[in-house]
């Protein structure tokens, strides 16, 4: 089993950072990549960022491109997600995903095997 748990969330006025935490308890299960996800009130849950596992490729939503970064500590069980130039479209519930398999689109829901429990973010001034 996979334990996700996000942090970070908060209000940041336009223009401004935030970064986003994921501590990723994965006992013995192997996973191949952490994505985040946000989903915006009424709206799907849409893909963000996606890091690989093993070797911390990076791909990013090119909604996001140049503006968020997504990386992982050292010790490998922490992933983040540094947001900056936030603008008020970015207000959403952002969630990161584990997959456990193989195989699968990074920036589609299913190839995601665990979730957390989302951290809300709010851009707004």
């Known amino acids: 089993q996979v334990q996700l748990v996000e942090s970070g969330g908060g209000l940041a006025q336009p223009g401004g950072s935030l970064r986003l935490s994921c501590e990723v308890d994965?006992?013995?299960?192997?996973?191949?990549?952490v994505g985040w996800f946000r989903q915006a009130s009424g709206q799907e849950r849409e893909f963000v960022a996606h890091?690989?596992?093993?070797?911390?490729?990076?791909y990013y939503a090119d909604s996001v491109k140049g503006r968020f970064t997504i990386s992982k500590d050292n010790a490998g069980n922490t992933v983040y997600l540094q947001m900056n130039n936030l603008r008020p479209d970015d207000s959403a519930v952002y969630y990161c995903?584990?997959?456990?398999?193989?195989?699968?689109?990074?920036?589609?829901?299913?190839?995601?095997?665990?979730w957390g429990q989302g951290t809300q973010v709010t851009v707004s001034s």
């Open positions: 890091i690989m596992w093993n070797n911390g490729i990076p």
């Open positions: 994965r006992r013995t299960v192997s996973i191949y990549g």
């Open positions: 995903g584990a997959r456990a398999r193989i195989g699968g689109v990074v920036d589609e829901i299913g190839a995601y095997d665990y």
